[in-house]
């Protein structure tokens, strides 16, 4: 069985009739799990609060290691404590691999570095604005962003809600509606680089620099110099009643 038969097997299984496409995952070559225990994670990992280490932490912790590239998780990281009194976490993950289990061979035994006090090691991404320089905890924008196309709604209803996706009798050819259950076929656009890939793909710019704080921040404070210097010359005469 090949790739190509996988599609064959969605296409057929999303289009039966009494089934929620939402609700079924894609298939996949037949792959094996391998567990993992990681140590020397701090259970309580923030400077400033008593919230304890949760999988999502985990998770951004995977994904900002580059050891982690091409590693997908098969569930959520498990979290427990050491002992009651200890401050330190044992964190259990499960990921894909193949049958000889080459992806946790890959892994055994290597260290990567979480940093001590400040979870992130590198510049952290916000997973609801799509920003780099602050964590999801403690964005201030309201609602959500889309990460594929920087919209005011959260990602997974970027189907619903994008201009892309909705039909337009307009363009040339004319556009038709994405399918529901469907991902959408469209370029997307990075509200951080404007490529066209989605804010947190591996392919951008601000994605490679992820352990380069300082280069963050130059280019956060280019951007911004480049944004006050286009409101000013819109403004421009516009004052004027
Ligand atoms: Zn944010
Ligand atoms: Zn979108
Ligand atoms: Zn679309
Ligand atoms: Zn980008």
């Given at each position: 069985?090949?790739?190509?038969?996988?599609?064959?097997?969605?296409?057929?299984?999303?289009?039966?009739?009494?089934?929620?496409?939402?609700q079924?995952?894609?298939?996949?070559?037949?792959?094996?799990?391998?567990?993992?225990?990681?140590?020397?994670?701090?259970?309580?990992?923030?400077?400033?609060?008593?919230?304890?280490?949760?999988?999502?932490?985990?998770?951004?912790?995977?994904?900002?290691?580059?050891?982690?590239?091409?590693?997908s998780?098969?569930?959520?990281?498990?979290?427990?404590?050491?002992?009651?009194?200890?401050?330190?976490?044992?964190?259990?993950?499960?990921?894909?691999?193949?049958?000889?289990?080459?992806?946790?061979?890959?892994?055994?035994?290597?260290?990567?570095?979480?940093?001590?006090?400040?979870?992130?090691p590198?510049?952290?991404?916000?997973?609801?604005?799509?920003?780099?320089?602050?964590?999801?905890?403690?964005?201030?924008?309201?609602?959500?962003?889309?990460?594929?196309?920087?919209?005011?709604?959260?990602?997974?209803?970027?189907?619903?809600?994008?201009?892309?996706?909705?039909?337009?009798?307009?363009?040339?050819?004319?556009?038709?509606?994405?399918?529901?259950?469907?991902?959408?076929?469209?370029?997307?656009k990075?509200?951080?680089?404007?490529?066209?890939?989605?804010?947190?793909?591996?392919?951008?710019?601000?994605?490679?620099h992820?352990?380069?704080?300082?280069?963050?921040?130059?280019?956060?404070?280019?951007?911004?110099?480049?944004?006050?210097?286009?409101?000013?010359?819109?403004?421009?005469?516009?004052?004027?009643?």
């Amino acid at each position: 069985m090949q790739q190509s038969d996988l599609s064959i097997i969605d296409h057929y299984v999303k289009n039966a009739n009494d089934i929620n496409a939402l609700q079924v995952e894609d298939s996949r070559l037949s792959k094996s799990k391998s567990y993992l225990k990681i140590i020397g994670i701090l259970y309580y990992p923030h400077t400033n609060s008593q919230e304890n280490l949760k999988s999502s932490d985990v998770e951004t912790i995977l994904k900002q290691n580059y050891i982690f590239d091409n590693i997908s998780l098969a569930s959520r990281p498990r979290i427990i404590k050491v002992s009651p009194k200890s401050n330190m976490a044992i964190v259990w993950i499960d990921i894909w691999d193949v049958q000889s289990g080459h992806n946790a061979k890959l892994l055994i035994n290597r260290c990567f570095n979480v940093g001590r006090a400040n979870m992130n090691p590198g510049v952290p991404q916000c997973k609801n604005c799509w920003k780099w320089g602050h964590s999801t905890f403690s964005c201030r924008i309201q609602g959500a962003k889309c990460v594929k196309c920087n919209g005011p709604y959260k990602s997974k209803h970027h189907r619903e809600f994008s201009w892309c996706c909705k039909a337009n009798a307009k363009t040339n050819p004319p556009r038709l509606e994405t399918k529901k259950g469907k991902p959408c076929p469209h370029t997307f656009k990075c509200s951080n680089c404007k490529g066209d890939h989605q804010a947190d793909s591996n392919h951008c710019l601000f994605w490679r620099h992820r352990f380069n704080r300082e280069w963050h921040v130059k280019k956060y404070a280019e951007i911004c110099e480049n944004r006050s210097q286009s409101i000013h010359s819109e403004g421009n005469g516009r004052f004027n009643q």
